[in-house]
């Protein structure tokens, strides 16, 4: 038996491919373009270990993908592969639209004609989880109840429109074709790996560099933050016991505004690392706000807990103090990440928000 995982160097595809092999000896192909967001960094510890394949490479490419398809036999797919992003969604939408609807459209059709001919026993035991997020709902008022499975999609960037698309795509070919599909929709992660032009570790990175923390407009959106590991637990929970063509919601209970998880940060590096200059809170800056930014996710994850029995392991405080702590054990990696490509982003995100 053999997993096939796409974008498994990205941040939760890695997570999620070293989860596995610490918890299973069940292969995986790992297939992944390795654009900026991608890393065989991450994977390091697998070098040699013959339960990993990684195969560089688009999702967007059938015949690579049939290919893949037909020499190693998969029982599931797991779908990680996407432009993740919003801020770069709204810079340059193209590349959503390619990866995330047209790639998951060539992923869907390849995994159709490989499922089609498997013999019938395999072909009931066969799974495409397809790994969505908690954006697609759009944006919740302040005393709303949490998103339920069955909120209204209304995406509001390019990225979650991009990633609404895809997981229409993937309720269509369950039920036109009959794909055994589950699809999860989750809550912003942290943790191990995180490429810092996202919140959490950018504040890090840029704390420790004496840079300023931008904060977008007034910091008070709320976001759900789920340690990445839980993450992966419970997609192996959907992917083992989910049933076909439902969608499940994963998230922490852990609600908070952007400025609190920035003065939480700041506050653990003061601990941790602190510095000559002062509170790291000093660097806090306001800057202009991102356009159409959603005020607010929360996720109801009462259906995983109730049917799966899922329950995230890490509390906020304890994964967060965790994350922290392993940028400050990984200043290699760091280093390694911020390449002529990351400056350039920089610039061009943040040079016009001043
Ligand atoms: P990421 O940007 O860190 O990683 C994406 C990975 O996909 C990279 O390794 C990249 O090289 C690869 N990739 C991109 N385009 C590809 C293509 N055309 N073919 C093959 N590989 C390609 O993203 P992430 O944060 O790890 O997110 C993984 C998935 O989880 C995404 O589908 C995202 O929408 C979803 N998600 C993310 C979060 C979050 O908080 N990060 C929350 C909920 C859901
Ligand atoms: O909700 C799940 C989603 O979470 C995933 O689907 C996405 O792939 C993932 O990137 C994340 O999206 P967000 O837009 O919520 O994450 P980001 O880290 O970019 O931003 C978190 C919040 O922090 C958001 O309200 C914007 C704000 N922010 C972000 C950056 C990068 C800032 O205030 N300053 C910043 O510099």
Redesign the pocket.
């Known amino acids: 038996m053999t997993i096939l995982v796409?974008?498994?160097?990205?941040?939760?595809?890695s997570n999620f491919v070293l989860d596995w092999l610490a918890q299973s000896d069940e292969p995986v192909v790992n297939?992944?373009?390795?654009?900026y967001?991608?890393?065989l960094q991450n994977l390091a510890s697998l070098q040699g270990d013959a339960r990993h394949v990684f195969v560089q490479?688009?999702?967007?490419d059938r015949v690579l993908v049939d290919g893949l398809l037909a020499t190693h036999k998969p029982r599931a797919v797991l779908?990680?592969?996407?432009?993740?992003?919003v801020d770069r969604s709204i810079h340059g939408p193209g590349a959503f639209i390619?990866?995330n609807v047209e790639?998951t459209f060539t992923l869907l059709e390849a995994t159709r004609a490989y499922w089609q001919a498997l013999p019938e026993a395999e072909r009931g035991a066969f799974r495409f989880h397809h790994?969505?997020?908690?954006e697609v709902y759009g944006s919740l008022a302040p005393d709303a109840p949490a998103f339920t499975e069955t909120h209204p999609y209304e995406p509001n960037s390019p990225y979650s429109a991009s990633?609404a698309a895809s997981d229409h795509l993937v309720r269509a070919w369950h039920h036109t074709y009959g794909l055994p599909v589950v699809t999860t929709?989750?809550?912003?992660?942290y943790g191990p790996w995180h490429?810092p032009e996202?919140l959490i570790p950018l504040m890090i990175v840029n704390a420790l560099a004496g840079k300023p923390l931008p904060v977008y407009g007034d910091g008070r959106q709320v976001r759900d933050w789920l340690y990445v590991s839980d993450?992966c637990s419970a997609i192996r929970a959907v992917l083992a016991g989910g049933r076909l063509g439902e969608t499940y919601n994963i998230g922490g209970w852990n609600e908070k505004a952007n400025i609190e998880i920035v003065h939480t940060v700041c506050a653990l590096l003061d601990e941790l690392r602190p510095s000559a200059e002062g509170p790291y809170a000093r660097l806090i800056t306001h800057v202009k706000d991102r356009p159409g930014h959603d005020r607010r996710y929360a996720i109801d994850a009462r259906k995983i807990e109730l049917e799966l029995g899922w329950r995230p392991a890490e509390t906020f405080g304890t994964g967060i103090r965790k994350t922290v702590q392993w940028y400050l054990d990984h200043a290699d990696w760091v280093a390694n990440v911020q390449s002529g490509g990351y400056r350039e982003w920089l610039t061009t995100n943040y040079a016009a928000r001043a």
């Open positions: 796409t974008g498994g160097a990205g941040f939760i595809g297939l992944d373009l390795l654009t967001a991608g890393n490479g688009d999702i967007g779908h990680f592969a996407a432009e993740s992003h390619k990866t790639g790994v969505s997020t908690d990633k929709n989750c809550s912003n992660n490429f996202k993450h």
